[in-house]
């Protein structure tokens, strides 16, 4: 037979699918999630049987933890040491254990997850409360199954005289499943175990009031009522826990957090060092100190203040960007008759009854069977000591053991169990004081054996069993509730005055997308001047903004797109430095281009509306609120036509007039109101009705007749003209003339169209830009008042084959 005939081919998904499967069983099963009887993973039940097996229990000294779990590991865990030793250091520390199950002695680590010592410097002892796991588990409450080797036994579950798996807790990972199951108070658990007990059908709202909630070995503050709900009514819910906080006053006004206890499962150093980084990084301007002054009083952790600090926005600061508030997922997943459940509160208690009257069943039915016994005993004692003379006479003609073991039953009647006992009767039995005691141990075990038969055969006597010895351990064990559950999830509003220091600050953006924020005192030392902002060769400012750090800017785009960037999130630079490119603040595309920027302290104020223009004359007004976002990125402002572009945003207080500039010199003016509010992402209305080839080159907003009007060409001619001149038309009509173009061969020329229009009430600084980077600065004054339809006159020298493409004011 050649060697290829030996192998069979196989598809991988099922050997895969087969081997992955069997795995997944095992850590289901036997490694990740609990039992729902005793709230006990494999690993955890054996290093307590393993500690009970070996004596090595409350009322005897500490045992090295090494010999312990080399015992687990050679007898029952055949795995790594390390994985062990990790879950006896667990059960170890009472700040993850509601009631600890093991009895520490030494270095077990501590709170700011420090490791716990080596095994073998160790030492540890059963609990008093873990005994009760374990309690009468010699008789033959619990199934036992072979260990790994079958070289011994261990049980399949603990008799667990308490509700382990609420009153503890459990979390856990394994293949397709997760359980998340918080600690309980031992009181409130028992109370409703025996409410359940009483009253199968009982509701959840009945239950509530015996289990209030969870209740963690660390305090704090529980909130969320509905997501407690959920968890007992399905398994699953979302809680809230914060840490339990002061605000105290301290000598010279200044105050100072402090936190006396924290979330369940959160490190203590981790958390001070995120409040440490916090202040650091000055992410809030206030915290002078953090201090973690835990010692044998108990945890305390203060964060202390600066003078005039907000206390209460500092800590709701922290509790937000901090582990001081978490929140807990609760997902109780437990082992169900070999096989992983979500359950309820309702199911777990009732699975924990069922296991105690099976538990209580068992042992009742061992304790029969040894009274049965030893009444039996006694019985054949008694009635032996009652013809005491014929029974010696028997023996003593009786030729060896056996021949009166005989003798004694086919004689008198005893069975083989009582003539054996007869014979290894003592002499001293036979005294008259013995002869009672016997007789008064037989009377007693008879009630015995009457109540055990009782317990038996009454399901109510069962039930009172197991609520008398549940009330032994509550009265034993119970210890007040730690954590506080308040109904409301408390909403966290930091506000920035908080986060960011309030300063004047300056705020360019130049044409080549340059931006910097500047504070009041770098300007002054370089100079006070305006227009000496640092910019780069051929660059120049295109917006100069008056704010301070409380505010944020809008910004729009051509592409009718707009960024919320907060004022304190510009890079700081000083007045002569460049700045940074605008792309590395905000996500905006190249292809894109900023045409308004618009400072902003809040949404909120009254009767405000946002004004968009584009090329080819459309125009819309949008409510100012429908702009408040919380997002970085960029958000439709504005729908926009293919081959359209949005030319001007401006901030109206919707009652002003809209006026429009055409490149070829046409404007319209109409009121403001004809524009209706429309939504945020809506394409606007047609304000202008343009010839072919024209486009809208400029917009003011004008209230009254108040002004003129000052228009510019692109060869640098302007003229003003007055306000009155434009009268109020309809929206979306042509216009009126502004602007005469000069036309002939010999006629020098005025400009070709215009490049936009301002509204002068006072004298305007106009700085002219053209296309080869030339710069002209000239007073609105210097442009002639005339006619409407004239040609101005030339008011900032232009190059020949040079012309102006921007204006902006200075």
């Known amino acids: 037979m050649s060697m290829l005939e030996n192998f069979l081919p196989a598809y991988l998904e099922e050997v895969v699918g ?33 500690m009970f097996d070996s004596g090595n229990t409350p009322d005897k000294p500490y045992r090295k933890s090494a010999k312990t779990i080399g015992d687990v590991m050679g007898n029952y865990h055949p795995h790594g040491d390390s994985s062990i030793y990790d879950g006896m250091v667990r059960m170890a520390q009472p700040w993850k254990m509601a009631h600890v199950l093991v009895d520490g002695h030494g270095n077990w680590g501590s709170q700011d997850d420090d490791p716990a010592a080596a095994m073998r410097y160790t030492e540890a002892r059963l609990s008093p409360i873990a005994l009760e796991l374990l309690r009468d588990i010699d008789k033959r409450t619990v199934p036992f199954k072979d260990n790994f080797d079958n070289t011994t036994m261990e049980p399949v579950v603990l008799p667990a005289r308490y509700p382990n798996l609420l009153v503890n807790g459990v979390s856990g990972i394994s293949a397709g499943f997760a359980t998340e199951i918080p600690p309980h108070n031992l009181r409130e658990v028992i109370d409703a175990c025996i409410a359940v007990m009483e009253k199968p059908d009982i509701s959840m709202e009945e239950i ?19 997501g407690i709900q959920d968890a007992y009514a399905s398994g699953k819910g979302r809680i809230y826990i914060r840490s339990k906080t002061e605000i105290e006053t301290l000598r010279g006004g200044k105050q100072q957090i402090v936190i006396t206890e924290i979330p369940y499962q959160i490190v203590k150093s981790r958390l001070v060092n995120s409040m440490e980084n916090i202040r650091l990084e000055k992410k809030v301007d206030g915290i002078a100190e953090v201090r973690d002054e835990s010692g044998r009083n108990g945890l305390r952790i203060v964060v202390e203040l600066k003078k005039d600090a907000d206390a209460q926005g500092i800590l709701a600061y922290l509790f937000k960007k901090t582990d001081l508030q978490v929140t807990y997922n609760s997902n109780m997943v437990a082992i169900v008759k070999k096989a992983p459940r979500q359950l309820g509160l309702k199911a777990i208690l009732d699975a924990y009854i069922a296991h105690q009257r099976e538990v209580v069943t068992f042992r009742t039915q061992y304790d029969l069977e040894k009274a049965e016994d030893r009444s039996h005993v006694l019985e054949g004692l008694v009635k032996a000591l009652n013809i005491l003379d014929e029974v010696i006479a028997a023996i003593k003609a009786s030729k060896n053991r056996q021949d009166a073991q005989n003798n004694l039953q086919w004689m008198f009647g005893f069975t083989e169990r009582q003539a054996d006992s007869i014979l290894t009767l003592q002499l001293y039995r036979l005294t008259n004081l013995e002869i009672t005691a016997l007789q008064k141990d037989l009377d007693e075990l008879q009630k015995k054996i009457a109540i055990l038969r009782g317990i038996l055969d009454s399901d109510k006597k069962l039930v009172a069993v197991i609520k008398k010895e549940l009330l032994e351990i509550r009265d034993k064990y119970g210890i007040d509730r730690r954590s506080v559950i308040q109904g409301e999830v408390e909403e966290l509003k930091v506000n920035l005055e908080v986060m960011v220091t309030q300063e004047d600050v300056l705020v360019t953006l130049s044409n080549e997308g340059y931006i910097k924020r500047t504070s009041m005192l770098s300007f002054t030392r370089s100079g006070g001047e305006r227009e000496g902002s640092g910019v780069k060769d051929g660059d120049y400012i295109k917006h100069l903004l008056d704010v301070d750090t409380l505010q944020n800017v809008l910004i729009f785009t051509q592409k009718g797109q707009y960024f919320l960037l907060p004022v304190h999130q510009i890079p700081e630079f000083k007045w002569k430095d460049n700045g940074t490119a605008i792309v590395n603040v905000i996500p905006m595309s190249k292809e894109d281009r900023i045409v308004s920027v618009i400072p902003l302290r809040n949404f909120e104020e009254p009767n405000l509306s946002l004004v968009f223009v584009t090329k080819r004359g ?3 007004r949008t409510e100012l609120g429908e702009y408040e976002t919380k997002r970085s990125g960029a958000i439709a402002a504005c729908k926009v036509a293919d081959g359209d572009e949005v030319i001007r945003v401006t901030v109206s207080s919707n009652t ?17 109101s004809e524009v209706n509010s429309m939504g945020r992402v809506s394409a606007g209305v047609r304000g202008i009705s343009l010839k072919d080839g024209d486009e809208v080159v400029g917009a003011q907003l004008v209230e009254g007749d108040e002004g003129e009007l ?51 009430k006072e004298p305007l600084t106009i700085m002219a830009v053209t296309k080869d980077g030339g710069k002209h600065l000239f007073s609105s004054e210097s442009a002639p008042l005339s006619e409407r339809k004239s040609i101005g006159k030339a008011i900032a020298p232009v190059d020949k084959n040079d012309e102006i493409v921007e204006l902006l004011v200075m």
Not at 656 to 672: H, K, N, P, T, Y
Not at 718 to 740: H, I, M, N, T
Not at 743 to 759: A, L, Q, T, W, Y
Request: proline share 5%.
């Open 18 to 50: 087969d081997r992955f499967g069997r795995y997944s069983k095992y850590i289901i099963q036997d490694r990740a999630i609990p039992d729902v009887r005793d709230g006990l993973k494999p690993v955890q039940r054996r290093i307590l049987y393993a």
């Open 208 to 226: 509530r009031t015996f289990v209030k909630g969870p209740d963690f070995p660390t305090g704090g503050i529980i909130m969320g009522e509905d």
């Open 656 to 672: 002003q007039d809209i006026l429009l500039l055409s490149q070829q010199g046409m404007v319209i003016r109409f009121a403001e």
């Open 710 to 760: 000052l228009v510019v060409s692109d060869l640098g001619y302007a003229k003003r003209s007055l306000l009155l001149d434009y009268p109020v038309q309809s929206r979306g009509g042509k216009g009126v003339q502004s602007f005469e173009f000069k036309e002939g061969k010999r006629v020098k020329p005025n400009g070709s169209r215009m490049i936009d229009v301002f509204h002068c």
């Open 618 to 620: 459309q125009v819309k």
